[in-house]
Structures are given as structure tokens and as C-alpha cells.
């Protein structure tokens, strides 16, 4: 069985500030990882995966994230968040190969102050 | 333009009614799924489908059916709405390596009166 656990339901942030949604994870098996963001009235959005190979993952939006095995982390950062980031972000994990079951986490709603 | 489509977006339907959530995708993607999703609680896999002619239950429970009779066309029925099921039902679909993660459609909000 696999987990995601994403800690901070809500995170307020000033524009221009650096932010990190923190994730992590729980799997007994070989994991890929990928965020998501939704922005109102909206489905999600794939920002970034992590499949193999380079732990630090860029995305689209100026996002990145870092997997972390030891510490079963998949957190994600930006260094300067602008107005239109005010979303809800989810940390999803599948297992590695086809035909696995993907688990979403309940969500971060950032929101950025101007 | 490749992209996957929920209608309708919003729709407010009494008790009892019969309905059906419609969920085509452009993208020529084997797999397809359907989400239910309520504030504050993870996504639920409600439905999922390899390929055309095979349908199966996801883990929340759902009194909910689909179809997989096209490859492009995925939709969901209700034979009789409820109150419970007032929800975010969202659309997605997949390579099948799954390696790209999902696509989503914009989802369909039911309120059931």
C-alpha cells in the first residue's frame, strides 16, 4: 500500500517570497512522483514529475522539486512566487512501471499575499 | 489541439433523476479514470479503463457506472442522483506507461437537490 501525506493544508505566502509545499510519501516499492496544481474552477495540471535519474525535478512555471529517498520527500519549492501561483497544489505517487495505482495527497492551497 | 472535455461543467439536478457525465479526450490515450474530489479530502478513483471494452471499480465505493465503448469517449451514469452524490467529478486520462502522469479535463460540478 502507498501514502501521501502533505502536512500544511494552507500556506500564505507574500508575492516575490520563496515557498516550499512540503510532501512525503510512503511506498514499498519504487515510487514516481508528480505535482499537480489546480487553479479555480478547474482540473489539475501536471507541474512536474519524477520518474528516475536526477533528484532535483524542474517544472513548468519556474516550480522545482527535490525527491529525497532516505527521507521519502518529494517537496516543492519556488524562489519567487507571483499572484497568479494562488492555487491548490497535490503530491501524487504511483508505483514504478505500467498499470500502477496513483494515490493523490489532500492538497496545499497557497495562497499569495501582494 | 490534444486536450480532454468535461460537459457539462456545472449542473444542478434533482433526486431520483438519471444523469450521465460525459468525458471525451483527443489524445488517442488507452487509459481514462474518473476522480470524484470534495474539499479538503484526497482525490477518489471512482471508475478506471485499460482500453476499449474494459471498465473497472476504483476504491471508493459508487453507485456510478461507466463505458468504454470508443477509445476517446468515457462517460459516467447515474441511474438514480442523491444527495450523496454532490461532488467534483473529474475526467483523466493516460499514456499507457503512465510515465507523462494525467491529463484532466476541467471537471463537472453536480449538486443533487
Known amino acids: 500500500a502507498q501514502s501521501v501525506t502533505q502536512l500544511d493544508s494552507q500556506v500564505p505566502v507574500f508575492e516575490e517570497a520563496p515557498v516550499e509545499l512540503r510532501c512525503n510519501y510512503s511506498s514499498s516499492v519504487s515510487v514516481y512522483l508528480f505535482w499537480y496544481v489546480q487553479y479555480p474552477n478547474q482540473g489539475l495540471q501536471l507541474l512536474l514529475k519524477?520518474?528516475?535519474?536526477?533528484?532535483l525535478v524542474k517544472g513548468i512555471n519556474g516550480f522545482e522539486a527535490e525527491f529525497n529517498k532516505s527521507q521519502t520527500s518529494f517537496h516543492l519549492r519556488k524562489p519567487s512566487v507571483h499572484i497568479s501561483d494562488t492555487a491548490e497544489y497535490f503530491c501524487a505517487v504511483s508505483g514504478a512501471g505500467g498499470y500502477q495505482k496513483v494515490t493523490f495527497g489532500t492538497g496545499t492551497k497557497l495562497q499569495v499575499i501582494p | 489541439e490534444a486536450d480532454i472535455y468535461q460537459t457539462p461543467r456545472y449542473l444542478v439536478i434533482g433526486t431520483g433523476k438519471k444523469i450521465t457525465l460525459e468525458c471525451s479526450q483527443t489524445?488517442?490515450?488507452?487509459?481514462m479514470y474518473w476522480y470524484q474530489q470534495d474539499p479538503g479530502m484526497e482525490l477518489h478513483l471512482i471508475h478506471y479503463s485499460y482500453g476499449v471494452n474494459s471498465t473497472e471499480k476504483g476504491d471508493l465505493s459508487s453507485e456510478s457506472t461507466v463505458s468504454r465503448i470508443r477509445t476517446e469517449h468515457f462517460p459516467l451514469t447515474l441511474e438514480s442522483a442523491r444527495p450523496s452524490h454532490t461532488s467534483q467529478y473529474l475526467c483523466?486520462?493516460?499514456?499507457?506507461?503512465?510515465?507523462?502522469?494525467?491529463?484532466f479535463g476541467s471537471g463537472t460540478r453536480l449538486t443533487v437537490v
Open positions: 489524445m488517442g490515450h488507452d487509459k
Open positions: 483523466a486520462s493516460s499514456e499507457r506507461s503512465d510515465n507523462g502522469g494525467y491529463t
Open positions: 519524477y520518474l528516475s535519474g536526477s533528484t
